[in-house]
């Protein structure tokens, strides 16, 4: 394979598994915007995994994929539910609630697992869709139009987020609500209720993120298998400062890095005649993150003043 | 004229010598046995006395080989005095056919130097006292009372089949636990009624142990020692079937014994005669095994269901290659075996082997009532892990299992405290003895050898001449796999181009299905992989329409036309080699490695219909690794 050949490739794996990051980035993305931190994604994310997988797998529910999506959405949805009673309406802490529902997802996955399945269980979920025409094109097609239906759907919602974010009236209620409750109430805006929807959403699409892990990504549910994919989701969002754009970009960007050191362990590059050790070449994507985090300081131009700060009439 | 007496003296000694070595080249080899019962009792004395008469006729008689015996000393004090008789009288091998013979003999071996001793079944040589004339013995009789367990848990139609036993000890506790094993292992319902009459020629009393046994249900029996013709009667009465152990119980009763375990002394005699003219007097031990051919078998008339048969062959070739391992311990009292592990049990890799190691070995010894299994699975924390362990041993398991190279540190600290308690480590070759411990066991598989079988496979498969390989982190068992498979790959394929990528991580599956995309892009159509994580690469293979080779577990389950084969680790022996020792006292110590030549590894075929000459070059590679002929390296030039 020349160069060329595998940066197609890598572009395409690159934008496939993106998948994951881009649902749960954008639903945390909406929620942190409300002024709530959700730190929760990861077990969120962990019930849909094994919530789609169980739905659509012959040995559990058999049902077609989409359905899958949608009841793993329905049981984010659930969670962030849950979240929004636990942090809205009881305003715990909610860095450590967000912990605390993490490892509840991981470990009620893991019940589930065991008492309904048994052991791993393997469904065909989203077969790749070649678009017409399009997926034809050279390079261009095999990059953008023959990934599967999550994909697509995964891209299409970062303009989506865009526009609900900053041009609708439930938008404008978020930020409102994300920057100073306290007026936005005074305007009439219910705090509580934005912020539970925003909870309900960030919840469906964790949920839905861990049906692409588990259905459109690998076809299989394994124990903790997110393995800290829901927290890196919470970083893209202070990484993308808190803009759906620049939160797609952060994850092309990480899911580039980590694809290309995967190039570099099989091409088996050497620097001075040295293999690189893979070890070092795992964390780069995780360096570059924290590289990204420290240099782009300037973006908490976005960052919600009310971000982690429980909301109560008659204070502030 | 000192001189010319010194000079008289040494013709003399000269002569003597001269005389002495010319007596010695025609005089024939004399040995005598002294035996606690008959040579016709038809089980213990007879064998012995059959595998000697044997050599005698292969030497060419009594010209080359004298035997003499004395009979039926059951009492102690008697079998003394004939073997001293015996030494006295120049014989060069005395037998001491009899556990309850071994302190007289130590009495007595030390003054006749010159006469090599032997004494069964036993262990003990005495060389740890000075002893250098004693040959030791022992038949290991669970390994056939485990076959014709087998057999009895298949034939039987109640369920339930009767032990009649002399006492709790020596040969016939090792051939009765075995058989329990067996029956348990075949028939997981029946149930076993075990009882011993006290005495080894009590015939009338093993009548009666049999027929109550038979009162009881039992329409399946066997037993050991000479007194056992009473209960074959019994059984023969009542309609049911005898499996016989020691000798061929079939003449007398041709259509109620099914087969009978049949020891061959014959191989013994022969090597410890050319130990002697080798001027080896002592210090060896002799076991009777299957594979050594000191245990065969011998049937009855009985028609024995042709997959009655087939069990009983694979159990014994399972037992020959070391796939089963009967135990020559019971636990008398539940054995409490506790492990953690980083995975789930249902991994289809790492955690997955060692639990169904540990069930296999519960199945074998009679269930959750002999053997009780506590685990706790998915302990990546190695922190979370020792405080697990540390509950286990508190609790008071009999053996804590640290089934991780990453729990090793939290292991050493721990296992002094719990002196009581033995621990088992793994992947791991270190005991811990520098340390001082003794209660700790280490385990690794040989897994580069499986490595190297799967990518002899793998080279010959490939299409795109591009092989991938998903691995964790490039340590431990997984680099030894990856090592060995790159050496099959180069031995069969060498223009085969392997591409290596390591996740990381042990359990990020959707990370391996991205690797292993990534690697189907750069033109692999065969893969392979390591940890619990390949699941999601096994799936993008598939998806991809490659080949899997698996390591571990048996990973064909979920995609039997993907897997073409695995290495399945069967711990199952190890264990039970670890069980054998703790009951036996002994609480660690001990490394163990399973090999494809000690049968804790297998390749496992999947679906996939593989060439024949594929498979013929992967039986060749098993064969070479087993053989010695091919040696896989653990380490690959440059690491």
Do not use: C
């Not at chain 1, 969120?44 to 789609?52: I, P, V, Y």
């Not at chain 1, 925003?198 to 699409?205: I, M, N, R, W």
């Not at chain 2, 034939?155 to 040969?171: C, H, K, M, R």
């Amino acid at each position: 394979m020349n160069f060329g050949e595998i940066l197609v490739e890598a572009l395409t794996l690159t934008l496939l598994y993106a998948t994951p990051y881009l649902y749960s980035a954008l639903g945390e993305l909406f929620v942190q915007r409300s002024g709530v931190l959700n730190l929760g994604v990861e077990g969120m994310m962990l019930m849909g995994a094994f919530t789609a997988i169980f739905a659509i797998a012959p040995a559990g529910l058999g049902a077609a994929p989409l359905m899958g999506v949608l009841l793993a959405a329905a049981v984010g949805a659930l969670m962030g539910l849950a979240a929004a009673v636990v942090n809205v309406t009881l305003q715990a802490e909610q860095g450590i609630s967000g912990i605390g529902f993490s490892l509840f997802g991981l470990g009620l996955s893991s019940l589930l697992f065991k008492v309904l399945a048994g052991g791993v269980i393997v469904a065909s979920g989203f077969e790749p869709i070649h678009i017409p025409l399009l997926s034809d094109m050279p390079i261009i097609g095999r990059i953008f139009f023959q990934q599967n239906l999550m994909v697509y759907a995964a891209f299409a919602l970062v303009p989506i987020s865009a526009w609900v974010i900053n041009r609708t009236k439930w938008g404008l209620q978020i930020r409102a609500v994300g920057q100073n409750p306290a007026a936005a109430d005074t305007m009439g805006v219910n705090v509580v209720r934005v912020r539970y929807t925003t909870l309900l959403l960030g919840g469906a699409l964790a949920g839905i993120a861990g049906a692409s892990l588990s259905i459109a990504l690998t076809g299989i549910f394994q124990e903790n298998m997110t393995e800290g994919r829901g927290f890196i989701a919470v970083a893209l969002v202070y990484f993308g400062g808190w803009s759906p754009w620049r939160v797609m970009l952060g994850a092309l960007l990480f899911s580039i890095a980590n694809n290309l050191q995967i190039w570099v362990q099989i091409l088996e590059v050497q620097i001075g005649g040295q293999p690189i050790p893979p070890n070092l070449l795992i964390m780069v994507p995780y360096i570059l993150t924290i590289a990204v985090l420290i240099f782009a300081r300037q973006r908490k131009r976005l960052e919600p003043a009310a971000l982690t700060k429980p909301f109560q009439r008659g204070e502030n | 004229m000192k001189n010319s007496r010194y000079l008289a003296l040494l013709v003399v000694v000269l002569l003597l010598a001269l005389i002495g070595t010319s007596v010695q080249a025609q005089a024939p080899i004399r040995v005598a046995l002294v035996m606690p019962s008959s040579i016709t009792d038809i089980s213990w004395s007879q064998s012995i006395y059959e595998g000697l008469v044997r050599v005698q006729q292969e030497l060419g008689g009594a010209s080359a080989l004298e035997i003499a015996y004395t009979e039926g000393m059951f009492d102690v004090t008697a079998a003394s005095q004939a073997l001293r008789d015996y030494a006295e009288q120049g014989f060069d091998i005395v037998v001491a056919h009899g556990a309850q013979y071994g302190t007289s003999l130590f009495e007595l071996a030390g003054d006749y130097p010159e006469t090599s001793f032997a004494w069964g079944t036993a262990t003990d040589t005495g060389a740890d006292r000075g002893f250098n004339n004693i040959f030791a013995y022992e038949a290991a009789a669970q390994e056939g009372g485990y076959v014709n367990g087998v057999m009895a848990g298949l034939l039987t139609e109640s369920n339930v089949i009767g032990i009649v036993g002399p006492v709790p000890a020596g040969d016939a506790i090792l051939y009765i636990n075995g058989f329990q094993q067996g029956v348990y292992a075949a028939n997981p319902d029946a149930q076993v009624l075990l009882a011993y009459t006290g005495s080894f020629g009590d015939t009338a009393a093993a009548a009666e142990v049999a027929q109550t046994q038979i009162s009881a249900g039992a329409d399946v029996l066997t037993g050991t020692a000479q007194q056992v013709v009473g209960a074959i009667d019994a059984i023969q009465a009542a309609g049911g079937l005898w499996f016989g152990t020691q000798a061929d119980q079939s003449p007398n009763w041709p259509d109620t014994v099914v087969a009978s375990q049949v020891y061959d002394w014959a191989p013994m005699f022969r090597d410890m005669i050319a130990q002697r003219q080798n001027g080896v007097l002592g210090g060896i031990v002799y076991r009777l095994t299957l594979e050594n051919g000191g245990q065969f078998f011998a049937y009855g008339n009985f028609e024995l269901p042709a997959e009655v048969r087939a069990a009983a062959d694979q159990a014994i070739a399972d037992i020959e290659a070391g796939v089963v391992y009967p135990l020559a311990f019971m636990p008398s009292e539940i054995f409490r075996v506790a492990v953690v592990m980083p995975s789930a049990i249902t991994d289809l890799a790492w955690s997955q082997a060692i639990y169904t190691g540990l069930t296999n070995i519960q199945r074998q010894l009679g269930g959750t009532d002999a053997l009780e299994i506590a685990y706790t699975e998915g302990m990546f924390d190695v922190t979370a892990a020792a405080g697990a362990m540390r509950d286990y041993a508190e609790q008071g398991y009999d053996l804590v299992i640290a089934h991780g190279t990453q729990y090793g540190t939290s292991l050493f600290e721990l296992a002094p405290d719990y002196p009581e308690t033995s621990f088992a480590w793994g992947t791991a070759t270190d005991t811990g003895a520098d340390l001082g411990l003794t209660n700790v066991f280490a385990y690794e598989a040989a897994a580069q050898e499986g490595g190297y079988v799967n990518g002899v496979m793998a080279g010959l498969l490939t299409q795109s001449g591009t092989i991938g390989v998903v691995g964790p982190v490039p340590a431990g068992d997984a680099l030894l796999y990856i090592n060995g498979f790159q050496q099959g790959v180069a031995a069969s394929n060498a223009s085969a181009n392997v591409v290596i990528a390591y996740t990381g991580s042990f359990g990020d599956t959707a990370l391996a299905a991205e690797t292993a995309q990534t690697q189907i892009s750069a033109g692999a159509d065969v893969l392979t992989g390591s940890a619990q994580q390949v699941v999601g690469a096994i799936d993008a293979i598939q998806a991809a329409g490659g080949y899997w080779f698996g390591t571990q577990s048996d990973q064909s389950v979920n995609w039997p036309e993907t897997v073409v084969a695995s290495q399945v680790f069967n711990w199952a022996p190890t264990i039970g080699q670890m069980i054998d020792n703790i009951l036996s006292g002994t609480l660690g110590g001990e490394a163990y490695t399973i090999t494809l030549a000690n049968g804790g590894l297998r390749i496992i075929y999947g679906g996939v219909d593989v060439p024949a000459d594929v498979v013929a070059a992967a039986d060749a590679a098993i064969a070479g690794i087993i053989d010695g002929s091919i040696t896989v390296a653990r380490e690959l030039p440059g690491q």
